[in-house]
T-cell receptor, first 114, second 115 residues
Framework: EPEVTQTPSHQVTQMGQEVILRCVPI?????FYWYRQILGQKVEFLVS????????KSEIFDDQFSVERPDGSNFTLKIRSTKLEDSAMYFC????????????FGPGTRLTVT | AQSVAQPEDQVNVAEGNPLTVKCTYS??????LFWYVQYPNRGLQFLLK??????LVKGSYGFEAEFNKSQTSFHLKKPSALVSDSALYFC?????????????FGGGTRVLVKP
């Protein structure tokens, strides 16, 4: 069964450094998302992406964040200058076209900012 | 704005007994409702959804959920719990409309099924 994959599984970075989190959505899906889950807290929406542009973004998704679909398979989340409070599990998700509506999540990337 | 409440941080149940995980929601218009399960060090795994139609929806691994519009609830149920059902369960809501809308999650309920 096709799955959303994410790399790396764990990323440790120093405050102020740039990080890129990578995702490969399920191949025939058209909608892509990033969510994050700070330890012990809710899963929070960051951004949705469709037809090569951002559909919706949350107030968390400020100018330090960007997303890109550089080719037909990858979907990336970049954080330009990481802060301690960016430490979280980041989940990528995708949805097929049509009336499915459920989102399929990857295993997540744990980002630790020191 | 949409929101989801899961009033119980943890539910303990003996194996073989019925399991219920509660969820209430708030959204403008008709909701799309979802349950996800998260096992340790794993991503969120889709269990079931309510979009329209029958208020009782059946999903993976013997789980079902009942949509109650008047009580704005979508409780997850399983008639006979297994030890392997021990995990973190999330309820989520999306506003009615086209695909691609964001999910808003509840805080999660940890289920512990004891042998």
């Amino acid at each position: 069964e096709p799955e959303v994959t994410q790399t790396p599984s764990h990323q440790v970075t120093q405050m102020g450094q740039e990080v890129i989190l990578r995702c490969v959505p399920i191949s025939n899906h058209l909608y892509f998302y990033w969510y994050r889950q700070i330890l012990g807290q809710k899963v929070e929406f960051l951004v949705s992406f469709y037809n090569n542009e951002i559909s919706e973004k949350s107030e968390i998704f400020d100018d330090q964040f960007s997303v890109e679909r550089p080719d037909g398979s990858n979907f990336t989340l970049k954080i330009r200058s990481t802060k301690l409070e960016d430490s979280a599990m980041y989940f990528c998700a995708s949805t097929p076209a049509g009336a499915s509506y459920e989102q399929y999540f990857g295993p997540g990337t744990r980002l630790t900012v020191t | 704005a949409q929101s989801v409440a899961q009033p119980e941080d943890q539910v303990n149940v003996a194996e073989g007994n019925p399991l219920t995980v509660k969820c209430t929601y708030s959204v403008s218009g008709n909701p799309y409702l979802f349950w996800y399960v998260q096992y340790p060090n794993r991503g969120l795994q889709f269990l079931l959804k309510y979009i329209t139609g029958d208020n009782l929806v059946k999903g993976s691994y013997g789980f079902e959920a009942e949509f109650n519009k008047s009580q704005t609830s979508f409780h997850l149920k399983k008639p006979s719990a297994l030890v392997s059902d021990s995990a973190l369960y999330f309820c989520a809501v999306s506003p009615w409309g086209a695909a691609g809308n964001k999910l808003t999650f509840g805080g999660g309920t940890r289920v512990l099924v004891k042998p």
